[in-house]
């Protein structure tokens, strides 16, 4: 597509729930990554997929979070047992290349868990 | 990981006025770009810009990486300016990360 696609837009679910938030990148690009954004700060680096494997997650704050991009184009970031303190704007992003290529990010998903 | 540093936290101006925006990095960068965060959220791509110098418009950018700083050079601003500027940084090996600065809010008054 034209640019990075992340559905959906909003998500609100209740506390404890699971969530799958999806991302569709750049036609052609190999890089893919995730971000959270909170309130009032910079965006935080959450995971890294060259291709279609997590090349880096040490972004990740703890073992409720997990991201796959199967056939190494679109992602899913999936949260188990969802917390109050996990909503904020999820971004993703893509780049034609790993190695610090330029990226492109998405309009993001803002999940909010009452 | 680096930090960044972004100032000023807040700038406010008045249409057609000039501004420096700067981002200041913990350690040397090889991947570093700017963005604008529009009100929807959307971060909109301003520049890659790991050295030197670039120009699009009214906008520039210089980046002198020896020193470990970035500079945004908004001129003759407009309304539309409005909203927060992002640098990022990316370092060694690992500079597909990136870390952000909290932002420059910037507002633009008629």
């Known amino acids: 597509g034209a640019g990075v696609s992340q559905t959906p837009s909003n998500k609100v679910t209740e506390k404890g729930k699971y969530v799958e938030l999806r991302c569709d990148p750049i036609s052609g690009h190999t890089a893919l990554y995730w971000y959270r954004q909170s309130l009032g700060q910079g965006p935080e680096f959450l995971i890294y997929?060259?291709?279609?494997?997590?090349?880096?997650d040490s972004g990740l704050p703890n073992d409720r979070f997990f991201a796959v991009r199967p056939e190494g184009s679109v992602s899913t970031l999936k949260i188990q047992r969802t917390e109050r303190g996990d909503s904020a704007v999820y971004l993703c992003a893509s780049s034609l290349g790993g190695g610090g290529t330029e990226a492109f990010f998405g309009q993001g998903t803002r999940l909010t868990v009452v | 990981g680096i930090q960044v540093e972004q100032s000023p936290p807040d700038l406010i101006l008045q249409e057609g006025a000039n501004s420096t925006l700067r981002c200041n990095f913990s350690?040397?960068?090889?991947?570093l770009q700017w963005f604008h965060q529009n009100p929807w959220g959307q971060l909109i791509n301003l520049f890659y810009i790991p050295s030197g110098t670039k120009q699009n418009g009214r906008l520039s950018a210089t980046t002198v990486a020896t020193e470990r700083y970035s500079l945004l050079y908004i001129s003759s601003s407009q309304t539309t300016d409005s909203g927060v500027y992002f640098c990022a940084g990316g370092s060694g090996g690992s500079n597909y990360k990136l870390t952000f600065g909290k932002g420059t809010l910037l507002t633009v008054n008629p």
């Open positions: 350690d040397s960068v090889n991947n």
């Open positions: 997929f060259q291709g279609t494997g997590a090349a880096d």
